[in-house]
């Protein structure tokens, strides 16, 4: 199990998907080294983002290692049904319940004290539109580090796409401590340039 350690299905929808055999049908790469990690939305432990779909995650080689360049560096793929509106309210709204429920999901496991968890927040601005986006955003989400139990700060930036044929809306989010400026990003940007609607 990574340790994101999300158990987001319940037990009869893990019946019907098993996020290591499902197979996407659009093309998201998988960088050497990197994993993956699958599951259904909405999701259990933030139940109030009101999408339906699939989460479909890439974690980099040095996610949860504290002294890597890689550290808390990863990109998860919404894949949506239908059209799905949003706009800077939205998406602070929706990574503030979904960085808030995975916190307190692992707060046990990482034996973090209740009164060491504080309010995530998070702030986000509508910016020029990256190739072939509908839109982009960017912004931040400060929340608690549960691995280290400190605070941290991700950067973030989000991308909206539709793929009209399969009548799905994609949302994309990079995501890293580390300035838009680190090497790191380069490895996130590319997944999402690489990205098409179908598999082939």
């Not at 916190?103 to 020029?128: C, E, H, Q, R």
């Not at 700060?153 to 995501?175: A, D, G, Q, S, W």
């Amino acid at each position: 199990m990574l340790t994101l350690c999300i158990s987001s299905l319940s037990s009869n929808a893990q019946v019907e998907f098993d996020g290591h055999k499902w197979e996407a049908p659009y093309h998201f790469s998988i960088p050497n080294n990197w994993t993956v990690e699958r599951f259904l939305i909405p999701i259990s432990f933030a139940p109030q983002i009101s999408y339906k779909g699939v989460e479909d995650i890439r974690f980099s080689p040095g996610w949860a290692k504290v002294k890597s360049d890689e550290y808390w560096t990863y990109a998860f793929l919404w894949y949506l049904d239908g059209t799905a509106k949003t706009d800077t309210k939205i998406i602070a709204g929706n990574l503030k319940a979904y960085y808030t429920g995975l916190i307190a999901a692992n707060a046990d496991s990482y034996k973090v004290p209740a009164g060491m968890i504080t309010p995530v927040i998070t702030a986000f601005k509508k910016v020029p539109n990256d190739t072939g986006d509908l839109e982009t955003y960017n912004g931040t989400i400060e929340m608690l580090d549960y691995m280290q139990q400190k605070p941290i700060t991700l950067n973030c930036i989000v991308h909206l796409r539709l793929c009209p044929e399969e009548k799905k809306t994609i949302m994309f989010y990079e995501l890293s401590p580390k300035p838009l400026t680190h090497k790191v990003w380069s490895d996130l940007n590319q997944l999402w340039t690489d990205f098409k609607c179908k598999k082939n």
